[in-house]
């Protein structure tokens, strides 16, 4: 798979890709298998070409046949499609008013290509490349007490709550009228009617998740109730079979199904979702600390990245803006900022034309930085609270610093 930077990289692609449109069905789509022969797609292309004769619309025909050529003169520089296949996409977009511009990205996928596809269009097809960025690993969540019991999914770094039960379970207080012997067993026979009830919702939930994906099942809840359950064999046997761990969690509502992955953080410890909290709490710790360790703020991290004081840092995967460096084509006024879009302008100091001499995506340049300085970076996706809270409050970027570099 992917390692973060390329993955990031992959995705601001798609996302690109994503907000390219045609005036008409003129975007043309090709998915390249990798035991696919390259001649074979030329000849269908050329064989779609000819078709595209019919078209009614002029300006429709005339960008489908420019879009097919375009293609064609590309695959010529390939003998064979690469390990995982190559999936291109070519056509006139639409800059907005009337003007348009032929564009051709060629993308290599991060994991094989499985079926040949051509398409036309208005818009790209990208729900397979998109596909392959989602974490595929799932995990089986249950949170459960005698009163209530909350189901969920884990999901690469997305928690999931599915159902939620509660139970006509009776206090311990037993009514007047009632011997302590019967309100007991009435009361024994609800609990384990409740545990089948979390048992059958369980079983619908988890067998439906595609067994190569399912991980496994996390139970969480008091003691002993959770063991009360397990050892009972409410659970269909597959599900009990596939059990990681049985943890101690205060809450069974769905705030349980967050404070159960806390909690088996442990068992857990290769997925990027426990690697990225552990990450923040860190930076957290370091942030209340009065070591003075942290920085936070595209300006003060980018200080002490140049000076080379930055341990590790944190980059937000939202984060999405633009550093551009611009010069005026008439004075001596330039300057270097960092902006959501390029939007030019004029120059503050003459009133001339500003133009940009050079523009970078933000995470690709501190990135950069961060290589020469050997600091290690980590991308921390808004899936979680702590992941929030780095994009929204401290915009997206922080760092862990090595030694304390003051104002």
Request: with cysteine; hydrophobic share 35%; glycine share 8%.
């Amino acid at each position: 798979m992917l390692d973060a930077y390329k993955k990031y990289e992959f995705k601001r692609k798609l996302e690109e890709l994503r907000e390219k449109t045609g005036k008409g069905t003129e975007l043309v789509t090709i998915y390249i298998p990798p035991d696919k022969q390259i001649s074979d797609v030329v000849a269908q292309l050329r064989d779609e070409r000819g078709q595209a004769a019919n078209i009614k619309s002029k300006s429709t025909r005339i960008n489908v046949q420019s879009a097919l050529d375009s293609i064609m003169a590309r695959l010529k520089y390939f003998k064979a499609p690469p390990k995982n296949g190559v999936a291109i996409f070519c056509g006139t977009i639409s800059l907005g008013g009337d003007k348009t511009e032929l564009e051709t990205a060629i993308l290599e996928p991060p994991e094989p290509i499985t079926t040949y596809m051509y398409r036309c269009g208005s818009e790209f097809v990208l729900t397979p490349l998109e596909d392959m960025l989602r974490e595929k690993k799932t995990f089986g969540l249950l949170v459960l007490d005698r009163r209530e019991s909350t189901i969920g999914l884990l999901r690469g770094k997305y928690i999931e709550p599915i159902r939620h039960l509660t139970s006509n379970v009776p206090g311990k207080q037993r009514k007047g009228g009632q011997s302590a012997q019967r309100f007991q067993r009435l009361r024994l026979i609800a609990i384990n009617e409740f545990y089948e009830r979390i048992g059958k919702a369980a079983s619908e939930v988890f067998l439906n998740v595609d067994r190569k994906d399912f991980q496994g099942l996390l139970v969480g809840g008091t003691s002993p109730t959770k063991e009360e359950f397990v050892s009972g064999e409410h659970l269909h046997h597959e599900l009990q079979s596939k059990i990681l761990g049985l943890f101690d969690v205060s809450y069974t509502d769905e705030s349980g199904l967050y404070e159960l992955v806390d909690a088996a953080s442990n068992t857990l410890q290769d997925l990027d979702l426990v690697k990225e909290k552990r990450m923040m709490d860190r930076f957290m710790k370091e942030l209340v600390s009065d070591r003075g360790l942290t920085a936070y703020g595209e300006e003060e991290v980018r200080r002490n990245l140049k000076l080379g004081a930055v341990d590790t840092l944190l980059l937000s995967e939202d984060l999405r803006r633009i550093r551009v460096h611009m010069r005026c084509t008439s004075c001596d006024f330039q300057q270097e900022k960092t902006v959501q879009k390029l939007d030019v302008g004029a120059c503050p100091k003459c009133g001339a034309n500003l133009e940009v001499e050079k523009s970078a995506d933000i995470v690709a340049e501190l990135s950069e930085i961060a290589e020469q300085m050997n600091t290690t970076v980590e991308f921390i996706s808004t899936d979680f609270e702590e992941g929030e809270q780095l994009m929204n409050a401290f915009g997206g970027i922080a760092a862990i610093l090595r030694f304390r570099t003051g104002a």
